[in-house]
């Protein structure tokens, strides 16, 4: 849903009504299922895995954020009060829960969490205090220079690019321009040989694993055609 409302609000005017039309099947079972498992914003989602790829026994930030995102998403397409009223109800919830704690992983506990930047980087500013945002490159730092998903990531000395570039997305979107040129430079610093992002940056600055990683250069993309 935040994705149909990027590409919704992306072309002229005159064409949003035809975007809506071919996407209406996506937009309407998307939005029905966040209604429904959320009770209106009254509730919070169910449990399940975030992008941590791990098992969960309690509802993760980064769920939060993306069910936030999905419901914001959904209303800017279609403009229905029932699902502006449910992203409003469930932003109320969420700032009286996970903002109670400093927005941490867990409603309580897990300490800070790239999930953070999700807010930001999707449209929903005003959520978290800039310096929660800011904070995530000093608490989540790692040796080569980018950041880790998590606080409670196991700390091995690598960064992952996901989480780094989200971070600079939500920068640039927040108005922290000259941070957010930052972490873009070191993203653009350690590339690949042949210039692809890759999914992590080991202890000693050389791209590893998977590349290019899609999500990565989505963000950074998004990051750029922010700070134009």
Not at 151 to 168: E, K, M, Y
Not at 172 to 199: F, I, N, Y
Not at 218 to 226: F, P, Y
């Amino acid at each position: 849903l935040w994705a149909a409302s990027e590409v919704w609000g992306s072309v002229e005017s005159s064409r949003r009504g035809a975007v809506a039309d071919r996407l209406a099947p996506l937009i309407t079972t998307s939005q029905q299922t966040l209604l429904e498992v959320t009770r209106d914003g009254e509730g919070m989602p169910p449990v399940s895995p975030d992008y941590w790829e791990v098992r969960e026994r309690s509802v993760t930030l980064g769920i939060m954020a993306s069910t936030l995102a999905g419901l914001r998403g959904a209303h800017t397409i279609t403009g229905e009060d029932r699902t502006g009223d449910a992203a409003d109800a469930l932003t109320a919830l969420l700032t009286s829960t996970f903002g109670a704690h400093q927005y941490q992983r867990y409603r309580r506990s897990g300490g800070a969490d790239s999930a953070r930047a999700f807010f930001d980087a999707t449209g929903c500013g005003g959520v978290i205090e800039p310096g929660l945002l800011v904070s995530l490159r000093s608490q989540l730092a790692r040796g080569g220079g980018g950041i880790a998903p998590g606080a409670s990531w196991r700390d091995d000395g690598i960064s992952w690019t996901p989480s780094t570039s989200l971070l600079a997305l939500a920068l640039a979107r927040a108005g922290e321009h000259d941070q957010a040129r930052e972490v873009l430079g070191w993203l653009a610093g350690h590339r690949t040989e042949a210039g692809s992002l890759p999914e992590k940056v080991l202890f000693d600055g050389r791209p590893a694993a998977v590349a290019p990683l899609a999500w990565t250069a989505a963000n950074v993309l998004l990051a750029i055609d922010a700070l134009a």
